[in-house]
């Protein structure tokens, strides 16, 4: 919260997951958004819903990207927490959320999830209800992953028995813990 001039300023929350396919981003993200009460978009589900055939072009990528900045936009209006998860591997696009955060007054957390080579092949073999990423994409997508550089993040460690720690983690780092 904000005081300007005798004026409180709400600041809605928006936390954005990221990760390589197969970090568990998506199993992470839904369940802190459960925690913190804030609605959650899946990037994943976004395309299944808006793209027939989806061929994870650049423009198809950009189109998503502007669906979920759409989102953003509708939650900070309406002082309505929000979660959402996607790759995000790319520093322009990190930086063009950013952007749209200070020109709401939000409050723009990122969180990243990583895990084990190992871990993230064994995860992209079984069936997922939204992704179609395989290992091959994985690879293709790691290829062009950049560091993240602006804005409040933390990166958490994805294993197959810790959510409860990283869940914990993050409320520490959200400061609403």
């Known amino acids: 919260m904000e005081v300007k001039a005798g004026i409180t300023l709400l600041k809605t929350m928006i936390v954005i997951v990221f990760g390589l396919p197969g970090s568990g981003k998506s199993y992470f993200a839904s369940r802190l958004a459960k925690k913190l009460g ?78 084990e080579e190992d871990i993230i092949r064994k995860r992209l073999l079984k069936k997922r209800k939204y992704s179609d990423a395989d290992f091959e994409v994985y690879k293709e997508i790691k290829k062009d992953y950049a560091p993240f550089t602006l804005g409040k993040c933390i990166s958490l460690k994805s294993t197959n028995e810790n959510i409860e720690k990283m869940l914990e983690q993050a409320l520490i780092f959200l400061n609403t813990k």
Do not use: C
């Open 38 to 115: 804030a609605d959650y978009i899946n990037s994943d589900r976004v395309r299944h819903e808006l793209v027939p055939n989806p061929n994870y072009s650049s423009e198809e990528k950009q189109f998503i990207y502007k669906k979920l900045m759409e989102a953003m936009y509708d939650h900070v209006k309406r002082i309505k927490p929000l979660v959402m998860d996607g790759t995000f591997y790319l520093q322009k696009t990190r930086d063009d959320f950013n952007q749209l955060a200070f020109d709401l007054n939000a409050e723009l957390y990122w969180i990243e999830i990583r895990a």
